[in-house]
Nanobody
Framework: VQLQASGGGLVQAGGSLRLSCAASGRTSTFSRYFMGWFRQAPGKERDFVAAISRSGSTYYADSVKGRFTVSRDNAKNTVYLQMDSLKPEDTAVYYC???????????????????WGQGTQVTVSS
């Protein structure tokens, strides 16, 4: 599946952004994908941010828990990341990723994912 992330931008600390990740290609099976969001700040490794399973269960990194919300709309082949109460340390390139999965699987590691979007820049000013 091909992924296109969008919605990044420049925002002040305390503000909000909503990222979208639209899938194309094998979208008839999009509902069977485990979807993840990762981010990479300059000079740092790419880290897990949030993920959502086939059944809609959600998972978050401790650093974003309570501030970010991941959701999916299978009819639109899209996964979202609502980011509230943004902090300067949230500044990074955000990537979405997809993994075809069985119903009970959980994928939170970078190496678990097969397909990646191109990334969208999020910059939070203080």
């Amino acid at each position: 599946v091909q992924l296109q992330a969008s919605g990044g931008g420049l925002v002040q600390a305390g503000g909000s952004l909503r990222l979208s990740c639209a899938a194309s290609g094998r979208t008839s099976t999009f509902s069977r994908y485990f979807m993840g969001w990762f981010r990479q700040a300059p000079g740092k490794e790419r880290d897990f941010v949030a993920a959502i399973s086939r059944s809609g269960s959600t998972y978050y990194a401790d650093s974003v828990k309570g501030r970010f919300t991941v959701s999916r709309d299978n009819a639109k082949n899209t996964v979202y990341l609502q980011m509230d109460s943004l902090k300067p340390e949230d500044t990074a390139v955000y990537y979405c990723a997809a993994k075809p999965s069985i119903l009970t699987a959980i994928y939170l590691s970078l190496s678990d994912y097969d397909d990646w979007g191109q990334g969208t820049q999020v910059t939070v000013s203080s």
